[in-house]
């Protein structure tokens, strides 16, 4: 089995579940059928989305504690994922922090924290899923959420672009690296979602901000097609295709 | 950006009602954590806070101009469900239309649902709403078990008619000025079918109208009628009374009888933009009136409906509140006890008709007994009317307030834009009781909302900035 086809009964591991992206995805997993268990800092945010997806579901949902700067931590958290699911077939990694680029700009230590956050973590939980999957010989697939940002470096973001943009080449090396074993390596590549992150920043409503339920279809569809790399909403694979294009001695003039 | 001490984030949005009248701009916070909902509540940085729903409120009770509006629709999560009861634990989020995804396929509806299922179950509560049953199962509250209360003081307590019952009392139909309500427990009805059994019937003038109202009430669980404002003379008051009945399996063709809860797909409509001018203005007003009222005589009879177009009409339009234009508009709603309805229902009309107003949708209905409290309603008639905000509306609306006032009436605060403070005390005898309750578990006044503070619904003087 080298994807997610149909969803149905596959057992999937959810960490950082309780940010905007990973909710709205965990309610269609549930609604198709998928076994879950969600891995979150906040245990009693944790708790009460896996008792609202049992009762979507029809299925029982998991949690346990999960730690992202904790790297040490993080094959404890998996087993215990799959000492809970009774297996694994897929690892959703959907943690991060936008971070405040002014902030980072004055505090290397705050910049560091957002570099740790969305690539040093995500590559650690990442890594270690990979080889467990290899492990486990079943296939099985590994998704994780880049973004847009991590396609260009840009003035207004370029700390949590550039995190983004180290994770989507770990991906890349990781999904060749896991091809032969019959594991598949999703990159998922948003462009603004309305969720917390964001909220505030001007941009919600506005006609460049996706909502969390839609992305997360479009991740569903991705996965049960085994997809490697989604841009979500679509036009994004567009409108970084022509952003990449620009050359540098241009674009560093851009106000965008 | 700013955030608040946790890095919570807020913007400064534009705020209204669904009736698009009046507008502010305020502080907006989106809670998805219950940590979050709790900073808010308590939080130093604004001195009064306001829990949103969906915003289907008509006026301005559903926003905070000064402090900040706390938008709800994120914590919505299923808490716990018995299949045997039907009792259903949920986040005050939820919406109507999630609980019917839900539930409908599984064989439940909701016990009482107003005409729009984009409204959360805390606002809701907080609306004590009403629907097309009342005369036989009252208000939403009334199938409500226990609440989760989050308190000015940042105490979380449960209510229920048992256990605190003030506070219970006091925050079905409290417009979310007694705290937020972060759970509730509502009390689902099992269902055989999507579907309804509608019988239509009309009317030729306001006697037989509420004649018709008055002899079917008593054996249809489902009624309502839609009323011609424009209709004058002999025909004043005509409409078309439906009646509703839930669907039994064995009144469904064959075909459908084998999956009896499949929902009817429905057609979707948008208003895109906003209507110039308004759509709907008096002439297109008063041509759909007379075309509706004749194509609806000629259904007249029993036919079957898919349940959610029967229920909710309007929702197959998003954004409806467009058509009315830019300035907006006021829904007025008011009930009056049975012994004065025919009279101030004529004056109402004659009244329209003599300023040239007419009202786009107009519906009436019979309610049974009240809950109490700041409840809207109780037993009688209600008349429901929308008018686009016009020069001298208003004035006009005043009028038709001390006809409801003096037939022993009162408005309903959802759609509430403008009355006034002394209007609403009059109207409202129980005020001082609920009144009594907020000082209590809100002794600084932190639940507030532009209603409530034009209103005057606080112990301390509280003025609109």
């Known amino acids: 089995m080298s994807t997610l086809q149909g969803l149905r009964g596959r057992r999937i591991c959810l960490v950082g579940s309780t940010s905007g992206i990973a909710r709205a995805l965990a309610r269609q997993l549930a609604s198709r059928g998928a076994i879950l268990h969600l891995g979150a800092r906040d245990l009693e ?16 949902v998991g949690f346990s504690r999960f730690e992202a700067l904790d790297l040490a931590s993080h094959p404890v958290f998996l087993e215990e994922a799959r000492r809970q699911l009774g297996g694994l077939d897929c690892v959703v990694v959907a943690f991060g922090i936008l971070g405040d680029q002014e902030r980072a700009r004055r505090d290397f230590a705050y910049a560091r924290h957002v570099m740790e956050m969305n690539y040093l973590a995500p590559a650690s939980i990442l890594s270690h899923a990979g080889a467990m999957l290899e492990d486990q010989g079943t296939g099985g697939m590994l998704v994780a959420l880049g973004s847009v940002a991590g396609d260009r470096g840009r003035p207004s973001n370029y700390t949590y672009g550039s ?89 560093k003039r851009m106000k965008i | 950006m700013t955030k608040t001490k946790a890095g919570l984030p807020v913007e400064t949005r ?53 402090g900040c509006t706390l938008f709800t629709e994120r914590l919505d999560r299923l808490i716990s469900f018995d299949p045997q009861s039907g009792w259903l634990r949920a986040e005050g989020g939820l919406s109507f239309r999630s609980i019917l995804d839900l539930f409908l396929p599984r064989g439940w509806f909701l016990p009482v649902t107003p005409g729009t299922r984009h409204v959360t179950l805390a606002g809701a509560l907080a609306c004590d709403v009403h629907g097309k049953n009342h005369h036989r199962d009252g208000s939403l509250g009334r199938h409500a078990g226990r609440l989760r209360m989050l308190l000015a003081s940042g105490e979380e307590v449960e209510c229920s008619a048992k256990e605190r019952p003030e506070l219970f009392h006091a925050t079905i139909g409290g417009m979310g000025l007694t705290g937020l309500i972060l759970e509730a427990e509502l009390r689902l009805v099992p269902i055989q079918t999507a579907m309804i059994r509608q019988q239509v019937m009309p ?16 054996r249809v669980p489902y009624s309502v009628a839609w009323l011609d404002t424009v209709a004058q003379g002999r025909s004043l008051g005509r409409g078309v009374l439906l009646l509703g009945q839930h669907a039994q ?11 009896p809860l499949r929902r009817g797909a429905g057609l979707r409509a948008c208003v895109p933009v906003e209507a110039p001018g308004g759509l709907l203005n008096p002439t297109t007003i008063r041509a759909f009136n007379s075309t509706y009222f004749n194509l609806q005589k000629r259904k007249a009879g029993e036919s079957l409906i898919a349940l959610e177009p029967y229920f909710y009409p309007l929702d197959l339009v998003d954004d ?23 009279s101030t229902l004529v004056g109402v009309l004659e009244a329209c008709a003599r300023k040239g107003l007419a009202s786009f949708l107009s519906v009436l209905k019979r309610f049974g007994p009240g809950a109490g409290n700041l409840s809207f309603p109780f037993e009688g008639y209600t008349l429901t009317l929308d008018f686009p905000v016009v020069p001298g509306l208003f004035e006009f609306l005043d009028e038709l307030d001390r006809m409801v006032l003096e037939a022993g009436g009162r408005l309903y605060l959802a759609k509430d834009a403008r009355m006034n403070p002394a209007t609403f005390r009059a109207m409202y005898p129980e005020f001082p009781a609920w009144l009594e309750v907020k000082r209590q578990v809100d002794p600084h006044d932190r639940f507030r909302s532009a209603q409530s503070i034009r209103l005057g619904m606080h112990s301390q003087e509280v003025l609109s900035r």
């Open chain 2, 249 to 259: 399996v064995s009144d469904l063709p064959v075909a459908h009888a084998r999956n």
């Open chain 2, 320 to 342: 409806w509140n467009r058509m009315y234009g830019r300035s907006g508009f006021v829904q007025y709603q008011f009930v009056v006890p049975a012994s004065t309805a025919r």
């Open chain 2, 203 to 218: 009317a030729g003038d306001l006697d037989s109208l509420m004649a018709l109202l008055e002899e079917h009430d008593t």
């Open chain 2, 14 to 66: 534009k705020l209204e009602g669904w009736g698009r009248y009046p507008t502010a701009s305020g502080l907006v916070m989106r809670p998805e954590k219950l940590s979050a909902v709790r900073e808010a509540v308590t939080s130093e940085r604004w001195t009064s806070v306001l829990a949103r729903g969906l915003g289907r409120s008509y006026g301005d009770p559903a926003f905070n101009p000064e």
């Open chain 1, 45 to 60: 945010e944790a708790g009460r989305d896996a008792r609202d997806l049992e009762l979507r579901g029809g299925l029982p």
């Open chain 1, 163 to 251: 995190a983004k943009a180290g994770l989507h080449a770990y991906l890349q090396g990781l999904r060749g690296r896991l091809a032969p074993a019959g594991i598949r390596v999703l990159t998922v590549k948003p462009g603004p979602v309305d969720t917390p992150m964001t909220f505030g920043m001007g941009f919600p409503g506005g006609r460049l901000t996706a909502r969390p339920e839609a992305v997360a279809r479009d991740i569903v569809r991705a996965m049960d097609r085994g997809n490697e790399v989604l841009y979500t909403p679509c036009h994004w694979s567009l409108i970084m295709g022509v952003l990449k294009a620009i050359p540098e001695s241009i674009f």
